[in-house]
């Protein structure tokens, strides 16, 4: 009777480590798409000197110039690789004009412009959220870059319709939807939707483990 309820004890759990084994696979799938969307947005990113009010001011009117300066160039683009061709061949003109504008507030900080995949802190774009993680972005530091920052998408050219970054328009909806697939749109819907398969593999993971020790146990208990 004991083998019986062994075997039958085995045969359960081999089958609850494939299904889970099945799960796994499934939510790293899904993981692993939520996180392509990354590789089709480019981000602006304005760091201040400091928090003080007239380094903050000043970083908004540096992202004033800068925006307006490139908007003829950048708010039609269809593609990244276009955008990141122009961003990229204008990296000494988006110096000159953040410089421009330091001076022309009585400043004499420094400021470093460039193009490169960078680490960012989960952030809101009106009804979307941009996970923490690696991104492409044109980053602008002024001075010694100590201050809070302003950021916004600059691949769909969102920061082009709405420069406040705290409204999601129909235009920023479709602009998104036509640079990203329906499941990474989706995905960036919330920060909750984004987690889901995270937290998903890492609730299956645990389960597969304790499926594993479980086994083990059995199949020891069996051979004595």
């Not at 988006?94 to 400043?107: F, G, M, R, S």
């Not at 950021?151 to 036509?178: A, H, Q, R, S, Y």
Request: net charge neutral; hydrophobic share 40%.
């Amino acid at each position: 009777m004991n083998s019986k309820n062994s075997k039958y004890k085995k045969l359960l759990i081999s089958l609850i480590i494939l299904i889970l084994s099945i799960g796994l696979v499934y939510a790293k799938g899904l993981e692993r798409s939520s996180e392509t969307y990354k590789n089709k947005l480019i981000r602006l990113h304005v760091v201040a000197n400091s928090d003080s009010k007239e380094d903050q001011d000043l970083k908004l009117k540096v992202r004033d110039e800068i925006i307006a300066q490139m908007n003829d160039s950048l708010k039609n683009s269809d593609s990244i690789d276009t955008t990141r061709k122009i961003v990229s061949e204008n990296i000494d003109n988006i110096k000159y004009i953040a410089l421009k504008e330091v001076k022309a507030n009585n400043k004499e900080y420094e400021v470093a412009v460039w193009l490169d995949n960078f680490n960012f802190p989960t952030k809101s774009y009106g009804d979307f959220t941009l996970p923490a993680g690696e991104y492409q972005a044109l980053k602008v530091v002024i001075g010694e870059g100590k201050g809070q920052n302003w950021w916004c998408v600059m691949f769909p050219p969102l920061c082009f319709i709405d420069i406040t970054n705290g409204l999601t328009t129909n235009t920023t909806i479709e602009e998104l939807k036509k640079a990203l697939s329906e499941e990474e749109f989706k995905s960036i819907l919330n920060a909750k939707e984004e987690e889901a398969p995270i937290l998903l593999k890492s609730k299956l993971v645990e389960l597969y483990e304790k499926g594993k020790i479980q086994f083990a146990k059995i199949f020891v208990a069996d051979k004595q």
